[in-house]
């Protein structure tokens, strides 16, 4: 049986948060940075298919690939930390400013991997800009005004709700698809774990902001009007906060507090025994 048990999803997700820890700050910004290059990758992949065919599920079908990718590389998203690394500190397995650590690193990578990916990509899809108008291009141009020149105009309290709520509904699916890569021992079954909340989300157009990292940057470098400011201010700094807010409660601590078991610490217990959690 490749099937692992809610309780022990819960145990492998706190073991996960404490292994990430452990790791020197510049592992997790160098995973950060990988990992951004490859939803990168599947977000062109999904906004091409479709731009060509007309069939927007299709993109929403396909765009899984990145996140999956992710995951079985052991590269970092800080969207999912936001869901494990808090159990660990709750544990006590980690400190407080670890979890701050970890998100700092991981995000440090995550813009320099976007950028970075954002160039590439866009330079190689456009030919070094002599096809401007290759099938892909306008539809990252439009993502970009979307997720920021649409919450401005909403104004400050629509738009900052809006982005925010979005991004919070976000990561509760993002963080759950991390999350459920531990409820299966097998490869097949992990990616089957991790697709169906991942092609949600990105069907529902809620805000993610590692994918955010790459998508607006790289609208902006293909001509979408968009200031530097609208990027940080009208998206990727709320919906940051957003993805933190739906990881740690609605992902993480929610899992945990349905699912988690009390240690038995007494003298002479056996190693790992527990007890259901007392109604």
């Not at 200031?227 to 807010?245: E, K, M, R, T």
């Amino acid at each position: 049986m490749t099937t692992v048990a809610p309780p022990d999803i819960v145990t492998a997700a706190g073991e996960g948060g404490e292994a990430k820890a452990d790791a020197p700050g510049w592992q997790p910004a160098l995973r950060g940075f990988l990992a951004v290059y490859l939803l990168g990758a599947a977000t062109l992949l999904a906004v091409v298919a479709t731009e060509a065919t007309g069939v927007a599920i299709l993109g929403a079908v396909l765009f899984p690939l990145g996140l999956t990718m992710v995951v079985l590389l052991g590269w970092e998203l800080v969207t999912g930390a936001y869901g494990l690394v808090p159990l660990a500190a709750m544990e006590g397995r980690i400190r407080a400013r670890d979890c701050l650590r970890i998100f700092g690193w991981t995000i440090l990578g995550h813009t320099v991997g976007g950028l970075a990916a954002a160039w590439m990509l866009t330079s190689v899809l456009t030919g070094m800009g002599t096809e401007p108008d290759a099938t892909g291009a306008q539809g990252l141009v439009d993502l970009a005004v979307e997720k920021t020149v649409a919450y401005k105009e909403a104004g400050v309290v629509t738009g900052l709700g809006w982005v925010t709520l979005s991004a919070v509904l976000c990561n509760w699916l993002v963080a759950l698809g991390v999350i459920m890569s531990l409820s299966s021992t097998s490869t097949s079954g992990k990616i089957l774990a991790i697709w169906l909340p991942i092609l949600t989300f990105f069907a529902l157009g809620y805000e993610h902001a590692v994918v955010n990292h790459f998508t607006i940057p790289a609208g902006m470098m293909l001509g979408a009007d968009v200031s530097i400011a609208d990027w940080l201010l009208w998206n990727q700094i709320p919906v940051h906060v957003g993805n933190f807010i739906g990881g740690i409660t609605l992902a993480g601590l929610g899992l945990y507090f349905a699912q988690r078991t009390r240690v038995d610490r007494s003298p002479g217990a056996p190693a790992g025994h527990t007890h259901p959690p007392q109604e």
